[in-house]
């Protein structure tokens, strides 16, 4: 009997150890993936401007070119590694200079939003001189996630990010119907102050730059636009979304093709493709 008992209690010792070995390997083992991830991602896509600038190449086919969602999003990916230990300050820095080196003139005057595309046509660096939504709301983001990275820099961060949440309401909102437009082209004169992107509802991005300016209209915008989302979801059997959408008076309906952008303007395409990504940390009952 003190035998068995002997044997019972090593066999304990013996599956707790084992039990706390494979506990310890499964979550270093995820660190681990999670740290080469990232690592190759950066050694991939993040190319050098020059000296003091980076960008994050959205280009295929060898083509170079950045994009202001690839810069915010690269911005965001490298401010959420340095926090892990992975990145250094100096890393956010660079792709932090591209995009102050690419802001956007408006009637002569330089804004904090970022152009929206930048590409090698022939050897020639070209710009399209237009905004996104998407990418200047990342921009900002990643600017108030790497302020607590980087206390000693908090301020100087902090502060451009307000200035970039002060030009994104300027430049990229429909007041009338408190929604983002999808860019500084989409003026209160034109069918495109109606539309909107379905990959610009970010409600903790919304949260985020409501508590960093304290100014309700982000309260405001989340609240519309999600509303906006859920309806356009219920409108669809499968519960998907289209890259963008038209406000009407009668409501929301999706776009047709071509009445944005691309034929797909109206289906599950590369820009509602992100939005289970924006939503997925909301804790608003419209974003599950």
């Given at each position: 009997?003190?035998?068995?008992k002997?044997?019972?209690?090593?066999?304990?010792?013996?599956?707790?150890a084992?039990?706390?070995?494979?506990?310890?390997?499964?979550?270093?083992?995820?660190?681990?993936?999670?740290?080469?991830?990232?690592?190759?991602w950066?050694?991939?896509?993040?190319?050098?401007?020059?000296?003091?600038?980076?960008y994050?190449?959205?280009?295929?086919?060898?083509?170079?070119?950045?994009?202001?969602?690839?810069?915010?999003?690269?911005?965001?990916?490298t401010?959420?590694?340095?926090?892990?230990?992975?990145?250094?300050?100096?890393?956010?820095?660079h792709?932090?200079?591209?995009?102050?080196?690419?802001?956007?003139?408006?009637?002569?005057?330089?804004?904090?939003l970022?152009?929206?595309?930048?590409?090698?046509?022939?050897?020639a660096?070209?710009?399209?001189?237009?905004?996104?939504?998407?990418?200047?709301?990342?921009?900002?983001?990643?600017?108030?996630?790497a302020?607590?990275?980087?206390?000693?820099?908090?301020?100087?961060y902090?502060?451009?990010?307000?200035?970039?949440?002060?030009?994104?309401?300027?430049?990229e909102?429909?007041?009338?119907?408190?929604?983002?437009?999808?860019?500084?082209?989409?003026?209160a004169?034109?069918?495109?102050?109606?539309?909107?992107?379905?990959?610009?509802?970010?409600?903790?991005?919304?949260?985020?730059?409501?508590?960093?300016?304290?100014?309700?209209?982000?309260?405001?915008?989340?609240?519309?636009?999600?509303?906006?989302?859920?309806?356009?979801?219920?409108?669809?059997?499968?519960?998907?979304?289209?890259?963008?959408?038209?406000?009407?008076?009668?409501?929301?309906?999706?776009?047709?093709?071509?009445?944005?952008?691309?034929?797909?303007?109206?289906?599950?395409a590369?820009?509602?493709a992100?939005?289970?990504?924006?939503?997925?940390?909301s804790?608003?009952?419209r974003?599950v």
């Amino acid at each position: 009997m003190v035998l068995n008992k002997k044997i019972w209690v090593a066999v304990g010792f013996i599956i707790v150890a084992f039990t706390s070995i494979l506990v310890y390997a499964r979550l270093h083992n995820e660190q681990s993936v999670t740290a080469n991830t990232y690592q190759t991602w950066q050694k991939t896509f993040v190319t050098r401007q020059s000296d003091q600038a980076t960008y994050v190449n959205a280009g295929v086919d060898g083509k170079k070119m950045a994009m202001s969602e690839a810069q915010g999003l690269g911005m965001l990916i490298t401010a959420q590694a340095g926090r892990k230990g992975w990145a250094s300050q100096t890393d956010f820095d660079h792709l932090l200079a591209y995009y102050q080196q690419n802001r956007l003139v408006v009637a002569n005057q330089q804004t904090h939003l970022m152009n929206w595309r930048q590409r090698d046509v022939k050897g020639a660096w070209r710009t399209d001189a237009h905004s996104a939504t998407d990418g200047d709301l990342y921009i900002a983001y990643a600017l108030h996630a790497a302020a607590s990275v980087c206390p000693k820099q908090a301020t100087t961060y902090n502060t451009l990010a307000k200035t970039i949440a002060a030009d994104i309401l300027r430049y990229e909102y429909n007041d009338q119907q408190q929604l983002l437009t999808v860019g500084d082209w989409a003026t209160a004169d034109t069918a495109a102050y109606r539309v909107m992107r379905t990959s610009d509802v970010m409600p903790s991005v919304f949260t985020s730059l409501a508590e960093l300016t304290n100014d309700q209209r982000w309260g405001q915008i989340s609240d519309s636009m999600l509303t906006k989302l859920a309806t356009l979801s219920k409108q669809h059997k499968t519960g998907l979304v289209p890259d963008f959408a038209v406000v009407t008076k009668q409501g929301v309906r999706a776009a047709k093709a071509k009445e944005v952008a691309t034929k797909q303007d109206g289906h599950y395409a590369y820009n509602a493709a992100r939005v289970p990504m924006m939503l997925a940390d909301s804790s608003d009952h419209r974003a599950v």
